[in-house]
């Protein structure tokens, strides 16, 4: 006679990955909210998390993912050699920048052009606003909200309620360079979850990485955050060139409308989006960026 544990063995349960580490993820059965450790059949290595997923238990603590519930959004990052998952099944990015340290503007617009390849609603937090001499980044900031980006100045260590009204009923995932303070901001909507902080490397002026692995939370039932490792880079070869140029929503407007059909946007004659730029109704620092990112794709 089999034991019950051999018999729940045999049965696929469901349930949600709640954390990526590498090879291995823990995923949060629905039935029980019991939390297993899974590994991926053969060498499969696809599964994200936020992922929705069938798993076959093994042992009482342990589990093989079978399937992946074909998911809504996902959102990750490629190179020319490999591609890196953040996270499956979001509503929304929350691209966490800060006043110090210094914040790349190429990798904030790398991230809202994942976002908007994606259809993920996208936005951007500027932490540590309580620290002197934030006018820099805010002004920064100001070609994002003319563009209908939301923006929201945050001072997490001292008062997070600001970002709470985002968060709800939404699948957020927050990305950024280290030394940005997502953590911060974790453990200030958490306590519970006790996320590690560190100081800023103000020699490097990056933060230190603190977070190796996603990892999923719930605020409430209707509310979901992950938080991802801290980026230093954000590579987006997985787009067609197609995919870049209608991702810079200030584009649209222009698209279809160049002399040549299959117009780059880079030195072509009568190009639209080049015209546009130069009418003020594109700005020179996003054209920018996309003339490098289309040479960046297409190589």
Known sequence: MQSPDNTQAHSDLQGTVVAAYGKRYQVELNETSQRISCVTRGKKTDVACGDCVTVKLTDKHEGVIENIV??????????????????????????????????????????????????????????????????????KLALYTG??????????????????????????????????GKSTMINALLPHASVRTQEVSTVLDSGKHTTTAAH?????????????????EFGLHHLS??????????????????????????????????????AG???????????????EISR
Do not use: W
């Open 70 to 139: 074909p998911r809504t959004t996902l959102l990750y990052r490629s190179n020319a050699f490999k591609s890196k998952m953040l996270a499956a099944n979001v509503t929304q990015i929350i691209i966490v920048l800060a006043t110090q340290p210094s914040f790349y503007e190429a990798l904030l617009n790398r991230c809202l052009i994942a976002a908007e390849a994606a259809g993920i609603k996208a936005l951007i937090v500027l932490n540590k606003c309580d620290l002197a001499d934030n006018d820099n980044a805010k002004q």
């Open 147 to 180: 563009l209908g980006y939301r923006v929201l100045p945050l001072s997490a260590k001292q008062d997070i309620s600001a970002l709470r009204p985002y968060l709800q009923g939404e699948v957020s995932i927050l990305v950024g360079q280290s030394g940005m």
């Open 216 to 232: 999923l939370y719930r605020l409430d039932t209707e509310s979901i955050l992950i938080d991802s490792p801290g980026l230093q």
């Open 241 to 278: 060139t197609d995919e870049l140029e209608h991702a810079f929503i200030e584009f649209r407007p222009f698209l279809g409308k160049c002399r040549f059909n299959n117009c780059k946007h880079l030195q072509e004659p009568d190009c639209a989006i080049t015209a546009a730029t130069a």
């Open 281 to 295: 109704n594109i700005s020179a620092e996003r054209l920018a960026i996309y003339k490098m990112l289309r040479t």
